[in-house]
């Protein structure tokens, strides 16, 4: 594992290290008493079969009440006293492993606290280029197998080398010529341990890999069902998943047969140690170089050596596997977070927005806005019109910063300030924004249109969904503002999912609104419905419309048509039908009767309204 990995495992154990010393402290202790049992079975052997004098110190016979010279007599004591070291070696066990509990839930519970920190810290373009699914890995799989090595690894590892020495030292106190028979297996054993699963690795990535494909074919299938359906795609679906999780059962099997050979061969080898290990201990015996007491200690001495060296592979295993989820979790723990300048200001944002001279593409990609020179007037409603792809909503999303534009690519300012240096919480706090195709929370309706004012009553939530002509469509449902939207509750159409989402955007009451393609999914008559809301209520508030549709735009003070990501024409609308360009073409296209008639009413409308009603504060 690379150092960085145990750095990052470090950083997360400093809050819950008391409770891992203390597991480490209490698991040497377990270890030490397991270590005492064979000893007080030596003695007794020994003292009761063997008629030897007992080798204790003094001391410990005098607190075990053990009587000299008595060793039958003696013989419930030596009971007592290996009850009395099972109770105290189940003792430490129980608060070692508390300890660890304790310890490794605090540890994983801190990392992934500070990963969703960082994750909801992270810009905007990180989050867009990756993929949602693998960040979701690395924060649930990823962390268990961390939280795994965590909480069974890296304490085993430390006991295991305790008991290793410990058992080797007792041992070679005992009888060097058994011990060394004993330890010329030990390398065998553990090479072939690491060895075997340094190999099987691959195979467990393998079976990995198949269960991810496995859930995303899933998971897609589930989020295509309309699809699936719609076109009679059910046999093929279950054929393809079919084949995927055949192809996940056999590595499992493939994986069985190999771990099955290998426990099979590792008990051989084992069991040869054991062999060799009891023959030289029954020669050394009959030789008087050993007494039964000892030779039984040293039998079980040596299992309880085996054991850990046995599993020597599966903790370096699962050490390189811990290693490869840590870098994993690292790569997004060492993204940069968005991060203000150091003199970041929270201005006035009531003033003009400048765009100048934005020339600006995506990481590798050809430009997508180029030398775009404008402003918005403060509380002019302003429209901005393009075909797809021409670059509307990157402007937005650089205004937003939502992408950073590099200096060198044109500034944008507001009130005279750069953008640059004003606080991302603060420029985003006044700058309400509507997306083509807006997300809704599995929450309900009142909570999702109150995410951006979360004080606000009831009345107020009714009055933005009034605006958003959306409140009597709310009321129609059974449980009103109380429904519940998406997975778990009611699906909300296109329209309706926009209109709650321009509610909930009024709600934050911002001096800047963007309507970006926000009215694409409700009806023409809807549109001058919501538009003519909108009018009565915005007040003040600099208002940016973006849409492809003419009847959305044209009440506009100003019209900006972006072609290519270039600016290719800007006027009022009375000014652009009255010249050939890209406006007037898409204007004949869309006018159909019913357009003509319903702007005509709209215009009559708009010579009656009083544009600088502010938005009553209910
Ligand atoms: N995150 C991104 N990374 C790379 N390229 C992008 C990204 N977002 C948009 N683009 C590209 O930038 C260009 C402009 O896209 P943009 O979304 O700004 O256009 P638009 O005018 O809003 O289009 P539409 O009306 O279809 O929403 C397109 O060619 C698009 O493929």
Same mark, same amino acid.
């Given at each position: 594992?690379?150092? =960085?990995?145990?750095?990052?495992?470090?950083?997360?154990?400093?809050?819950?290290?008391?409770?891992?010393?203390?597991?480490?402290?209490?698991?040497?202790?377990?270890?030490?008493?397991?270590?005492?049992?064979?000893?007080?079975?030596?003695?007794?052997?020994?003292?009761?079969?063997?008629?030897?004098?007992?080798?204790?110190?003094?001391?410990?016979?005098?607190?075990?009440?053990?009587?000299?010279?008595?060793?039958?007599?003696?013989?419930?004591?030596?009971?007592?006293?290996?009850?009395? *070291?099972?109770?105290?070696?189940?003792?430490?066990?129980?608060?070692?492993?508390?300890?660890?509990?304790?310890?490794?839930?605090? &540890?994983?519970?801190?990392?992934?606290?500070?990963?969703?920190?960082?994750?909801?810290?992270?810009?905007?373009?990180?989050? @867009?280029?990756?993929?949602?699914?693998?960040?979701?890995?690395? !924060?649930?799989?990823?962390?268990?197998?961390?939280?795994?090595?965590?909480?069974?690894?890296?304490?085993?590892?430390?006991?295991?080398?305790?008991?290793?020495?410990?058992?080797?030292?007792?041992?070679?106190?005992?009888?060097?010529?058994?011990?060394?028979? $004993?330890?010329?297996?030990?390398?065998?054993? $553990?090479?072939?341990?690491?060895?075997?699963?340094?190999?099987?690795? =691959?195979?467990?990535?393998?079976?990995?890999?198949?269960?991810?494909?496995?859930?995303?074919?899933?998971?897609?299938?589930?989020?295509?069902?309309?699809?699936?359906?719609? &076109?009679?795609?059910?046999?093929?679906?279950?054929?393809?998943?079919?084949?995927?999780?055949?192809?996940?059962?056999?590595?499992?099997?493939?994986?069985?047969?190999?771990?099955?050979?290998?426990?099979?061969?590792?008990?051989?080898?084992?069991?040869?140690?054991?062999?060799?290990?009891?023959?030289?201990?029954?020669?050394?015996?009959?030789?008087? @170089?050993?007494?039964?007491?000892?030779?039984? $200690?040293?039998?079980?001495? @040596?299992?309880?050596?085996?054991?850990?060296?046995?599993?020597?592979?599966?903790?370096?295993?699962?050490?390189?596997?811990?290693?490869?989820?840590?870098?994993?979790?690292?790569?997004?723990?060492?993204?940069?977070?968005?991060?203000?300048?150091?003199?970041?200001?929270?201005?006035?944002?009531?003033?003009?927005?400048?765009?100048?001279?934005?020339?600006?593409?995506?990481?590798?990609?050809?430009?997508?806005?180029?030398?775009?020179?404008?402003?918005?007037?403060?509380?002019?409603? &302003?429209?901005?019109?393009?075909?797809?792809?021409?670059?509307?909503?990157?402007?937005?999303?650089?205004?937003?910063?939502?992408?950073?534009?590099?200096?060198? !690519?044109?500034?944008?300012?507001?009130?005279?300030?750069?953008?640059? =240096?004003?606080?991302?919480?603060?420029?985003?706090?006044? #700058?309400?924004?509507?997306?083509?195709?807006?997300?809704l929370f599995s929450r309900t309706i009142e909570?999702?249109?109150?995410?951006?004012?979360?004080?606000?009553?009831?009345?107020?939530?009714?009055?933005?969904?009034?605006?958003? !002509?959306v409140d009597d469509a709310v009321d129609d449902?059974?449980?009103?503002?109380?429904? #519940?939207?998406?997975?778990?509750?009611?699906?909300?159409?296109?329209?309706?999912?926009?209109? *709650?989402?321009?509610?909930?955007?009024?709600?934050?009451?911002?001096?800047?609104?963007?309507?970006?393609?926000?009215?694409?999914?409700?009806?023409?008559?809807?549109?001058?419905?919501?538009?003519?809301?909108?009018?009565?209520?915005?007040?003040?508030?600099?208002?940016?419309?973006?849409?492809?549709?003419?009847?959305?735009?044209?009440?506009?003070?100003?019209?900006?048509?972006?072609?290519?990501?270039?600016?290719?024409? &800007?006027?009022?609308?009375?000014?652009?039908?009255?010249?050939?360009?890209?406006?007037?073409?898409?204007?004949?296209?869309q006018m159909s009767s019913d357009d003509r008639?319903?702007?005509?009413?709209?215009?009559?409308?708009?010579?009656?309204?009083?544009?600088?009603? $502010?938005?009553?504060?209910?």
């Open positions: 594992m690379k150092k =960085k990995g145990f750095g990052v495992i470090w950083r997360f154990l400093k809050g819950s290290v008391w409770f891992f010393i203390t597991a480490l402290l209490f698991a040497m202790l377990n270890t030490a008493f397991n270590a005492v049992t064979p000893q007080i079975i030596r003695i007794a052997v020994d003292s009761v079969i063997g008629s030897r004098p007992m080798d204790l110190p003094e001391w410990l016979g005098r607190i075990f009440l053990i009587p000299k010279g008595s060793p039958a007599q003696s013989l419930p004591l030596f009971a007592a006293a290996i009850l009395l *070291v099972a109770v105290l070696s189940g003792i430490c066990n129980y608060i070692s492993r508390m300890g660890v509990a304790k310890g490794s839930e605090a &540890f994983v519970k801190s990392l992934r606290d500070q990963l969703f920190g960082h994750i909801q810290r992270l810009p905007y373009a990180w989050h @867009n280029q990756h993929q949602t699914g693998e960040i979701i890995q690395r !924060c649930t799989s990823d962390v268990d197998v961390i939280r795994n090595f965590v909480s069974n690894q890296l304490l085993e590892v430390f006991r295991t080398t305790f008991l290793v020495i410990l058992s080797i030292s007792i041992m070679f106190s005992m009888n060097v010529k058994i011990s060394l028979i $004993a330890l010329t297996f030990i390398p065998l054993v $553990a090479a072939y341990s690491v060895i075997f699963y340094s190999k099987i690795a =691959k195979r467990f990535r393998l079976a990995d890999e198949a269960e991810g494909v496995l859930s995303s074919t899933v998971q897609e299938n589930l989020t295509g069902v309309r699809v699936v359906r719609a &076109f009679g795609r059910e046999r093929y679906e279950i054929d393809r998943f079919d084949e995927h999780n055949n192809r996940f059962a056999n590595l499992w099997i493939r994986l069985g047969r190999l771990l099955s050979t290998y426990w099979g061969i590792g008990d051989l080898i084992t069991g040869l140690q054991i062999l060799t290990v009891i023959f030289v201990g029954v020669l050394e015996s009959v030789n008087g @170089n050993l007494t039964l007491g000892e030779f039984l $200690a040293f039998v079980s001495y @040596n299992s309880t050596l085996i054991w850990p060296v046995r599993g020597l592979g599966r903790i370096l295993s699962e050490m390189s596997k811990a290693g490869v989820s840590i870098d994993r979790v690292s790569y997004i723990l060492d993204a940069e977070e968005e991060k203000d300048d150091p003199d970041a200001v929270e201005p006035p944002m009531n003033g003009d927005i400048a765009f100048h001279h934005i020339n600006y593409s995506y990481e590798g990609q050809k430009p997508v806005l180029k030398d775009i020179d404008f402003t918005i007037p403060s509380g002019s409603t &302003f429209a901005i019109l393009g075909g797809t792809g021409s670059g509307k909503s990157t402007l937005m999303h650089l205004l937003d910063r939502l992408y950073e534009l590099p200096p060198e !690519c044109g500034s944008i300012t507001i009130g005279g300030v750069d953008i640059a =240096k004003i606080k991302a919480s603060w420029l985003r706090e006044n #700058i309400g924004m509507v997306l083509q195709e807006p997300f909570e999702n249109i109150r995410a951006t004012r979360p004080g606000a009553s009831l009345e107020e939530v009714r009055h933005a969904a009034r605006i958003a !002509c449902f059974a449980n009103g503002y109380d429904t #519940i939207v998406g997975e778990r509750g009611v699906t909300l159409s296109g329209g309706q999912k926009q209109r *709650v989402a321009i509610a909930r955007m009024l709600m934050q009451k911002a001096p800047i609104m963007v309507f970006d393609d926000s009215l694409s999914a409700v009806d023409s008559e809807t549109d001058a419905q919501i538009r003519a809301a909108l009018k009565e209520n915005l007040g003040k508030a600099t208002v940016i419309l973006i849409s492809h549709r003419i009847t959305t735009l044209m009440q506009a003070d100003r019209i900006l048509v972006l072609d290519d990501g270039a600016i290719a024409e &800007f006027g009022t609308h009375e000014e652009l039908i009255h010249h050939d360009g890209i406006y007037k073409s898409i204007y004949d296209i008639s319903l702007l005509e009413k709209e215009e009559s409308e708009w010579v009656m309204m009083n544009r600088n009603t $502010a938005m009553p504060s209910t």
